[in-house]
């Protein structure tokens, strides 16, 4: 359970570290962007709760897709392909960058542990 929750803040200090990149930062507004205007699709078109909306759009762009809620109407389901087409790729560069970032943390983390160890090991042996 420990090693969950220091992955997850890794995850969470790589997430925040990649977000001081301008493009990075304009790849994430992308994908807000994409998030809110499927949530306000789902909203006003199919009629969804907000919570239900922000879920499926979410869903979809993750490929997720439970199945549990899912668009009724012929337009939900067109805007549905089509926003599934466009955000899969902007979701899947912002998940990429983000996994890039953290197994750069770690990678770095575990390099900068192995070196501490060999000056400590040099240290010893001076003695």
Same mark, same amino acid.
């Given at each position: 359970?420990?090693?969950?929750?220091?992955? =997850?803040?890794? @995850?969470?200090?790589? +997430?925040? *570290?990649? @977000?001081?990149?301008?493009?990075?930062?304009?790849?994430? +507004?992308?994908?807000?962007?994409?998030?809110?205007? *499927? /949530?306000? +699709?789902?909203? %006003? =078109?199919?009629?969804?709760?907000?919570?239900?909306?922000?879920? @499926?759009?979410?869903? %979809?762009? /993750? /490929?997720?897709?439970?199945?549990?809620?899912?668009? !009724? /109407?012929?337009? *939900?389901?067109?805007?549905?392909?089509?926003?599934? %087409? !466009?955000?899969?790729?902007?979701?899947?560069? +912002?998940? #990429?960058? =983000?996994?890039?970032?953290?197994?750069?943390?770690?990678?770095?983390?575990?390099?900068?542990?192995?070196?501490?160890?060999?000056? #400590?090991?040099?240290?010893?042996?001076?003695?």
């Amino acid at each position: 359970m420990l090693s969950l929750l220091i992955s =997850v803040k890794k @995850l969470f200090s790589s +997430f925040l *570290g990649i @977000l001081k990149k301008e493009d990075t930062r304009a790849l994430f +507004f992308l994908l807000a962007t994409t998030l809110l205007s *499927g /949530t306000i +699709f789902y909203l %006003t =078109v199919e009629k969804l709760s907000p919570l239900d909306s922000l879920y @499926l759009s979410f869903m %979809t762009l /993750t /490929t997720i897709g439970y199945g549990d809620v899912h668009p !009724v /109407t012929d337009l *939900g389901k067109i805007f549905t392909m089509v926003y599934a %087409t !466009v955000g899969l790729g902007i979701m899947a560069m +912002f998940i #990429s960058v =983000v996994a890039k970032s953290y197994l750069y943390s770690k990678q770095s983390h575990h390099h900068h542990h192995h070196k501490n160890k060999e000056h #400590s090991a040099e240290k010893s042996s001076e003695k």
